[in-house]
């Protein structure tokens, strides 16, 4: 198992920060932090593939300016040779394949996985449709929060993408733990204007952050 991307201290600020938010509001704070979306193999494997071909038929025409002579078998060799060893490297050094996928994609990714948690995690099964989710990957720098029909009619786009911006830049400053404290602050806040707590409240999510 892999080492967990926050200490325990910064776990139990998260849970306390979860834990004071919804004293102040019905709704339901979730939060899930992955260290990637996707594995990326194969669209790093295509883009690697593609650009040797690339590169070996410019070495073609070189080669067939200067009048050197190759064997085909041999050139197509060379070729598979080159493609079966960065594919092997892409395999071995997973690290590498998100400098060989487009930035679309990855943010694609990133999103496709927060729905996914959004859903596995039951954060739209909350009572009154209430939940909210915050979203960290990492290796793609990306962040969201996803709230569920009942909040998210009532409140502004902005104020989600200024939760974001100011999750993203703690981020950014090897600050995460912080991070997910103030992004819990501002959702909290924004649920209890529209949804205070009731005397008969129930807490429906665990109050803690998951690592993926």
């Not at 915050?134 to 009942?150: C, M, T």
Request: hydrophobic share 50%; charged share 20%.
């Amino acid at each position: 198992m892999s080492e967990p991307t926050l200490n325990p201290d910064d776990h139990a600020r998260i849970a306390a920060a979860i834990r004071a938010a919804e004293a102040e509001t019905s709704g339901e704070i979730y939060c899930v932090v992955a260290r990637r979306s996707d594995g990326y193999f194969f669209p790093a494997a295509f883009a690697t593939t593609l650009g040797i071909v690339l590169v070996s038929l410019a070495a073609a025409f070189a080669l067939e300016h200067w009048w050197i002579a190759v064997r085909l078998s041999h050139f197509v060799a060379v070729q598979l040779l080159a493609i079966a060893a960065a594919c092997a490297l892409l395999w071995w050094l997973p690290g590498l394949r998100l400098w060989l996928v487009p930035r679309g994609l990855a943010y694609r990714a990133s999103h496709a996985n927060a729905l996914r948690q959004f859903y596995a995690r039951n954060v739209h099964l909350t009572t009154a449709r209430t939940g909210v989710l915050v979203f960290v990957s990492l290796a793609e720098r990306y962040a969201a929060v996803i709230a569920d029909a009942g909040i998210d009619a009532r409140v502004e786009q902005e104020k989600w993408d200024g939760v974001v911006r100011d999750l993203i830049d703690h981020a950014r400053r090897d600050r995460l733990a912080d991070g997910f404290v103030g992004a819990i602050s501002s959702v909290g806040a924004l649920l209890s204007q529209h949804f205070p707590v009731t005397t008969d409240d129930v807490n429906e999510l665990d109050d803690h952050l998951v690592e993926i």
